[in-house]
Nanobody
Framework: QVELVESGGGLVQAGGSLRLSCAAS????????MVWYRQAPGRECELVAA????????HYGDSVRGRFTISRDNAKNSVYLQMNSLEPEDTAVYYC???????????????????????WGQGTQVTVSS
């Protein structure tokens, strides 16, 4: 069973930076769109960023545009989310996902959103203190 494994989260002060990584254990997702979602307690899932299979096109949610950068390295079977100028509102569990529909709206619970390849990972917690 291929599982997506997120890492890189942690506790950071407002204004700080983190770099999240996502890798597939036991498989490759180089032919798929990749998406980062996040879910904060009591809030619906939010699409944070998306990237096409070759990395040529990216998309960002309004709340993170200009601060976050999504990238991928298909040779390393990894996708990244560079997060700068972090704000307390960015506090959430971040998940990566494979997809074949560009900008598919997520379900209210991220983990109920269809995943095309592999299975949902545990996510990585990002906590931003004020």
């Amino acid at each position: 069973q291929v599982e997506l494994v997120e890492s890189g989260g942690g506790l950071v002060q407002a204004g700080g930076s983190l770099r999240l990584s996502c890798a597939a254990s036991g498989g490759t997702f180089s032919s798929f769109l990749m998406v980062w979602y996040r879910q904060a307690p009591g809030r619906e899932c939010e699409l944070v960023a998306a990237i096409t299979s070759n990395g040529g096109v990216t998309h960002y949610g309004d709340s993170v545009r200009g601060r976050f950068t999504i990238s991928r390295d298909n040779a390393k079977n990894s996708v990244y989310l560079q997060m700068n100028s972090l704000e307390p509102e960015d506090t959430a569990v971040y998940y990566c996902n494979t997809d074949d529909i560009w900008l598919r709206p997520p379900q209210a619970n991220c983990l109920m959103t269809p995943i095309i390849f592999g299975s949902w990972g545990q996510g990585t917690q990002v906590t931003v203190s004020s």
